[in-house]
C-alpha cells in the first residue's frame, strides 16, 4: 500500500507552548498510580532506585511540565499522532518530526539499555511514564487537520472550549475526584482481564486509540453545548482509557526490568 506522508512540522511547532495536548494532571497521576499497583518486584525495585524513591504518579506529569522549556522543543511532536482515519498507523510514513509512537519506542530503547547513562534513563523513563498516558487519550491520535480535535469548538457548561480539551481535562477535572480516589473507583478486574488488557503493544494500542478518537469526532457538533448528558455518556470511556493506560504502562516497565 502507498504510504502518506504524515505532515506534523507546523502542528508539533504549534505544540510546543500548547497546554491543549495532554490528558490533565490528575488524568496522567491516575495512569500513574494505577501503574505502580501493577509492578512486578524487580521492576518497583529498579524504578524505586532510578527515580530515587519518586512515584510514577509523581513523575507522570514531567512529559507536559517541560513543555515550556525550548530545550526541550524536539520532543514536542512526541505527545501525539495525526494520520488519516481510515488508514492503520503502519500503513503510512512516520513524521521527520517523530510522534508518539516513535516516542515510546525511542524510551523503551534508552531505559532498557543498561549502557545508557544514569540521567538518560532517568530522562527517558519519565517521559515514558507520560507518553503511555497521553497514548490512552483517544484525541492523542485525531486528525491533522484539526489538531486532534482542537479546532473543534464547543462548549463545556457555558464556557467556550474544543474537542480535545473536553477529552485532555474538562470531564475529569470537573468530575472533582484526586487521582487516588478515581484510582480506587476503577473497575475491578480479575487475573484474566488484566492480562487481555495488556496483550499488544504500542502499535495495536494506537490504532485502538485511534477507532475511540473517530467515534469520538462523531459525538460532537461545533458549537455544541456540552455537560452533564455528555459526561455521564462518556465518563466510563475515560475510566476505562486511565486503567487501560496505568495497567499497559506497568507491563512495559515490568518487560523492561525482568
Not at 477535572?173 to 487521582?179: A, N
Request: aromatic fraction near 10%; hydrophobic fraction near 35%; charged fraction near 30%.
Amino acid at each position: 500500500m502507498k504510504k502518506i506522508t504524515l505532515l506534523l512540522l507546523t502542528l508539533s511547532i504549534q505544540l510546543v507552548f500548547s497546554n491543549d495536548f495532554e490528558w490533565s494532571k490528575t488524568g496522567h497521576r491516575t495512569t500513574g498510580e494505577v501503574a505502580e499497583r501493577h509492578l512486578s518486584r524487580k521492576a518497583r525495585k529498579a524504578l524505586d532506585k532510578l527515580l530515587n524513591g519518586q512515584s510514577l504518579a509523581l513523575v507522570s506529569t514531567y512529559g507536559d511540565d517541560i513543555k515550556a522549556d525550548k530545550a526541550y522543543r524536539e520532543f514536542s511532536a512526541w505527545h501525539y499522532v495525526n494520520f488519516p482515519a481510515d488508514k492503520k498507523y503502519t500503513d503510512v510514513e512516520p513524521s521527520p518530526e517523530g510522534d508518539i509512537v516513535i516516542g515510546i519506542q525511542k524510551c523503551i530503547s534508552i531505559v532498557k539499555d543498561e549502557k545508557s547513562t544514569e540521567e538518560d534513563r532517568v530522562f527517558y523513563l519519565k517521559l515514558l511514564v507520560h507518553l503511555v498516558g497521553d497514548l490512552h487519550q483517544p484525541m492523542h491520535v485525531g486528525r491533522l487537520e484539526d489538531k486532534g480535535g482542537n479546532d473543534i469548538q464547543v462548549q463545556w457548561f457555558g464556557k467556550g472550549t474544543n474537542l480535545h480539551r473536553v477529552w485532555d481535562s474538562n470531564m475529569i477535572d470537573d468530575f472533582g475526584m484526586s487521582f487516588t480516589e478515581i484510582a480506587n473507583s476503577l473497575p475491578k478486574l480479575n487475573k484474566s482481564e488484566i492480562k487481555a488488557i495488556q496483550k499488544g503493544d504500542v502499535f495495536t494500542w494506537v490504532e485502538e486509540s485511534q477507532d475511540l478518537a473517530n467515534e469520538l469526532y462523531g459525538s460532537v457538533e461545533i458549537g455544541e453545548k456540552l455537560g452533564y448528558e455528555y459526561s455521564y455518556k462518556y465518563w466510563g470511556m475515560v475510566e476505562t482509557q486511565l486503567q487501560k493506560g496505568g495497567l499497559r504502562l506497568a507491563q512495559v516497565l515490568n518487560d523492561i526490568f525482568k
